[in-house]
């Protein structure tokens, strides 16, 4: 406090100020208001349904209305941790326990996003705002932070742009930079006149003669994998496929457990006169850890036909564990075999968790191939919508490159 030239205390002019009393009220509210669309947009761009994803793109709008950079990182909290809103249970269906890990990993899976974003926030408009937005988007969509770059707005790209292709993906890309912009309301009227627009034109690409996805049902635990008895239902299951005309069949990951030379044999006799081959998720273990993987086995033999590019961080990925001495859990090939050749076409495989991540398939899509394999192991997602969400994003990205796509889970 001051004292006037009478000698009385007086409080500051900035305590006092109706008006900026008046303009801290709105801004309080547009902030509130920021926050909640947000949640709203991440929670119903990631539903789990394809068609929806195009919601996410309006994203950059609301992070760049922000007032402050505090505001900027509340907004992009605000999305993530709605778009990721089944993270927790599914960390407590897969570890077991209370709720507390699962929402202490939600939290931290979401700290590389807001800082990204909350960093890069700037309150000057224009073109070097949506500049800002641009490098957002690259850093969120390769390593290290890409690692987490989950509810990537971008995965939209392909339900708005269906086989628009790499151009689609420029487009989109521009659209986003342009929400940044006083543009905002323009871009996001075409973005939904061209989401209409490929939605009632889109037709789906033919599968590849004789390929089929099948799914399972197996319950699982952390630290389990395939037993024998599971082995021989899922041949099983394989050989009812071919019943039905299959000729190449995708089972999900980690179907044939760990993948030793007496795993590889029960499974090459089963379709040693059959013509069939099979691709399968297992594991592969040496003294450093284990590599998650795809076999391809017929009755010729059997070959490791892909090596995870990124496994799930933290219940899988342990890179940390070797400055103790220990095993470091599954390896990460980042940038190896972006492609492989089955059955004379070339495929992107996807396993798990690459189909929630952005580099994975655009390396692949690089390589022209002609149909996207997509695998997984969700048991441990019940009651949450994760399966749900990594079909959707593989059925954006099919789409957007106009490919085939080839979806096998365990869930």
Known sequence: ??????????????????????RSRPEIIKSALLIMAAIVIGTIGWSGNPFLLAVAMLFPALWAMASTRVGAALVAAGYFLAASHGLPQGVINFYGGGIGAGLALW??????????????????????????????MVLMSLPPFGIVGWAHPITGAGMVFSGWGWPGLVAAAIGLLAMTTRFWSLTTLAIAVLYLWSAAAWMPPDVPDGWVGVDTRFRGESGQYADYAQQVETINLVMDAAEDGARVVVLPESSAGIWTPTTARLWGRAFNDHGLTVIAGAIIVDAAGYDNVMVEISGKGSRVLYRERMPVPVSMWQPWRRLVGERAGARAHFFDNPVVEIDGHRVAPLICYEQLIIWPILQSALHSPDVIVATGNGWWTENTNIVAIQRASATAWARLFSLPLIISFNS
């Open 107 to 136: 939290v931290v899976a979401s700290a590389g996003f807001v800082l990204v974003h909350a960093v890069l926030w700037t309150g000057r408009p224009g073109w070097g705002r949506a500049a800002r937005y641009g490098i957002a």
């Open 1 to 22: 406090m001051t004292r006037d030239i009478s000698g009385r205390f007086r409080l500051p002019a900035f305590l006092v100020s109706p008006g900026r009393s008046l």
